[in-house]
């Protein structure tokens, strides 16, 4: 079966250092990945996806950047945090397009 | 654009009485719907999708949900609310032909004995 790990589950990091969130996916292959921001405990917000390996779309232009460099990973990273990166981070994967999202657990950042 | 709105930020209901959580949505060409539910702390769950076929769509934890094509709704079901039913619930739409899943604001449900 396929799970989805994300790491870690709580992160407080002081204002203008990086930040590095890692998402791996198993028991599938070439999944489509995303990473969520959800803040106030509310809405969530698309920030990356990504249908390959090396294909990232950025949905918001903003401090932080993803990668893939694995087929099932996925990564989330900023060089310097802000004070409005704090949130709840979630990441995503899904094949094909008449299928939902598989979310993992999230991760709390809290930016100081 | 193509989009999803939930209307109300919270619904309180009854245990035991009826729930309904509106979803409203905005696409071209056929739409590919779902709902999660969200506890505290938590990722999302999957509850049900609309993809095609019947209306009336069966999904999880005793959960249904309505299309209506002409009102462009989906709107999420229960007979009976139970306590434990309290939760963060959103709708999403797939947006193709990326694939990428664009989430309503969120609807709080609070189930009171």
């Known amino acids: 079966s396929q799970t989805i790990h994300q790491w870690p589950a709580t992160l407080v990091q002081p204002v203008g250092s990086p930040l590095s969130l890692e998402c791996t996916v198993e028991g599938t292959s070439n999944p489509n990945l995303y990473w969520y921001r959800q803040a106030a405990g509310r809405g969530l917000q698309l920030l990356f996806y990504?249908?390959?390996?090396?294909?990232i779309s950025s949905e918001v232009p903003q401090n932080l950047s993803a990668s893939r460099p694995q087929d099932r990973q996925f990564i989330l990273s900023s060089k310097k945090l802000l004070l409005s990166d704090s949130g709840f981070y979630l990441c995503?994967?899904?094949?094909?397009?008449?299928?939902?999202?598989?979310f993992g657990q999230g991760t709390r950042l809290t930016v100081v | 654009a193509q989009s999803v709105a939930q209307p109300e930020d919270q619904v309180n209901v009854a245990e035991g009485n009826p729930l309904t959580v509106k979803c409203t949505y905005s696409v071209s060409g056929n739409p590919y719907l779902f709902w999660y539910v969200q506890y505290p702390n938590r990722g999302l769950q999957f509850l049900l999708k609309?993809?095609?076929?019947?209306?009336l769509v069966k999904g999880s934890y005793g959960f249904e949900a309505e299309f209506n094509k002409s009102q462009t709704s989906f709107h999420l079901k229960k007979p009976s609310a139970l306590v434990s039913d309290s939760a963060l619930y959103f709708c999403?739409?797939?947006?193709?032909?990326?694939?990428?899943?664009?989430f309503g604001q969120g609807t709080e449900l609070s189930v009171k004995p």
């Open positions: 999403a739409v797939r947006v193709t032909p990326e694939g990428k899943l664009i």
């Open positions: 609309y993809i095609t076929g019947d209306n």
């Open positions: 990504s249908v390959g390996i090396g294909q």
């Open positions: 995503a994967w899904t094949y094909g397009t008449r299928v939902g999202a598989f």
